[in-house]
């Protein structure tokens, strides 16, 4: 668990001639005021820095409506849009053109009004979460991990004939420090100008706006399936078990400032993506960051919420009563509340998990739950029986929680075996009213199997168009 010594990360600069590419101007060398990170809400797979899975863009709401689509030839698990306005995802190409392969990392441009495909680029293949937690940063530059310990920096832009193209308008090597067999799993922007990474083996790293490379490697055993966590000063990282705050000290060396096992099975349960917490730790609370929650991978899973500073227990309760007993999703966060989903019997593409769950399969019974947290503990206000079927995005824009869903139990799918074409009904729009847990929009956008939800990423334009991949299309739902 020691931190290894700072070494120098290779950064390259742009990969085409100079008449096609606009020189970098984001993660040089020389530090920044604050993170380097997109706009508000669309930057991120979780909404922000703290992973509140929030946004302040207002929905579509209770008008909302599919008003264009496309079929982009994968699945793309998160979508951001960029301060021009451009919708742009991180994809998983069912089939790759160069060269040929199958199950490609590709980034995609969409056109903002008809959201057709416009421009891709394809990635060195590798982990599959690689390809899921980068972020847009502040040039609107996808930055996104490849297979090969490679931190691209994709800029979308137009070439000389008018027509939009995807670069590498930057590298930042970072191969040197994944051990072999190992893959970076996460990346997130510092509030120094750096940026932090993880690997699935536990390595948590840091490359420093300096261009140097701290490394600190988790004991042995503990797998990183999930997303990274950042706050001034530190970063939470969740292992398949223990949760960690972690930070960098003024030598640039990595330490653990504290280690909080929690209740983690051995198994994989059915609407989980492995073994372990599926939560991303959710920083909230009067200050923004006092408490970290997450939700344990326990037969009853519990809301554990911890004070960020010391790791000390602020509060612990069942995480749902009436809901399916396990989440993969984070928890949303607004002020000293958060929003739970549950997304237990759920059933995934069978590629994007290590193998059968046990049990094989169970009833997806879906639903939501908001808990509110004060020093004096949990206590939960609503529990709602929304079968949500995206990772859902809370809007302190308009006080509702956006997001794809399934009809009423017992119409179209119950819960299968893992097989990624769950649902043979229609798909929903939906909206839920944060303060009372009411449905508030219900409004068919698909049908199954093609709009199977996967449990995918959109996001809220500022314009008010939610943007959401299924199995098979890219949606655009407007008012």
């Known amino acids: 668990m020691r931190s290894t010594p700072r070494r120098a990360v290779r950064w390259a600069g742009p990969v085409l001639a100079a008449a096609l590419v606009v020189p970098a101007v984001a993660g040089t060398a020389s530090a920044q005021d604050g993170p380097d990170v997109g706009p508000a809400g669309t930057s991120l797979m979780h909404g922000d820095l703290a992973s509140t899975d929030s946004t302040p863009n207002a929905g579509p709401g209770p008008n909302g409506r599919l008003v264009a689509s496309s079929v982009p030839g994968g699945v793309c698990a998160a979508t951001f849009v960029g301060s021009d306005g451009m919708p742009v995802s991180l994809c998983t190409q069912y089939v790759g053109v160069s060269p040929l392969a199958f199950a490609v990392p590709t980034v995609k441009l969409f056109d903002p009004v008809t959201a057709a495909p416009i421009a891709s680029i394809q990635l060195t293949k590798g982990g599959l979460l690689g390809g899921v937690y980068g972020y847009l940063d502040g040039s609107d530059r996808v930055v996104v991990a490849d297979g090969a310990g490679v931190v691209n920096k994709v800029a979308h832009r137009r070439a000389a004939g008018g027509a939009w193209e995807m670069v590498v308008d930057e590298r930042v090597d970072l191969s040197a420090h994944i051990p072999d067999g190992d893959a970076i799993t996460s990346l997130a922007p510092d509030y120094e100008g750096g940026m932090w990474f993880v690997t699935t083996n536990g390595l948590v790293g840091l490359a420093a706006a300096d261009g140097q490379v701290t490394t600190h490697q988790l004991p042995a055993g503990e797998k990183l399936t999930n997303g990274l966590s950042v706050r001034p000063g530190g970063v939470s990282v969740l292992t398949t078990k223990a949760l960690y705050e972690m930070r960098a000290g003024d030598g640039g060396?990595?330490?653990?400032?504290?280690?909080?096992?929690?209740?983690?099975?051995?198994?994989?349960?059915?609407?989980?993506?492995?073994?372990?917490?599926?939560?991303?730790?959710?920083?909230f609370g009067p200050g923004g960051d006092d408490w970290v929650a997450i939700v344990d991978d326990a037969i009853t899973p519990e809301l554990i919420v911890y004070r960020s500073d010391d790791g000390s227990v602020v509060c612990q309760m069942p995480a749902f009563e009436t809901s399916g007993q396990g989440t993969e999703n984070s928890p949303m966060a607004w002020g000293n509340s958060l929003v739970i989903p549950s997304t237990y019997g759920f059933a995934y593409p069978e590629l994007s998990v290590p193998g059968p769950s046990e049990p094989a399969q169970a009833d997806f019974i879906g639903g939501m739950t908001r808990i509110d947290v004060g020093e004096d503990g949990c206590n939960r206000v609503w529990e709602s029986n929304d079968r949500m079927a995206t990772l859902p995005k809370l809007s302190k824009g308009d006080g509702m929680i956006h997001a794809l869903a399934y009809g009423e139990s017992g119409s179209g799918s119950s819960g299968s075996a893992d097989s990624g074409l769950q649902q043979v009904g229609p798909v929903y729009y939906t909206?839920?009213?944060?303060?009372?847990?009411?449905?508030?929009?219900?409004?068919?956008?698909?049908?199954?199997?093609?709009?199977?939800?996967?449990?995918?990423?959109?996001?809220?334009?500022?314009?008010?168009?939610?943007?959401?991949?299924?199995?098979?299309?890219?949606?655009?739902?407007?008012?």
């Open 431 to 479: 909206a839920v009213d944060f303060e009372t847990g009411e449905r508030r929009a219900h409004t068919k956008v698909g049908d199954g199997p093609i709009d199977e939800p996967t449990q995918l990423t959109g996001t809220i334009a500022p314009d008010g168009s939610l943007w959401q991949a299924t199995f098979g299309r890219m949606l655009k739902i407007g008012r």
């Open 253 to 283: 060396a990595l330490s653990v400032v504290w280690r909080a096992p929690y209740t983690a099975g051995t198994v994989r349960k059915p609407g989980n993506l492995g073994p372990g917490s599926g939560t991303t730790p959710t920083y």
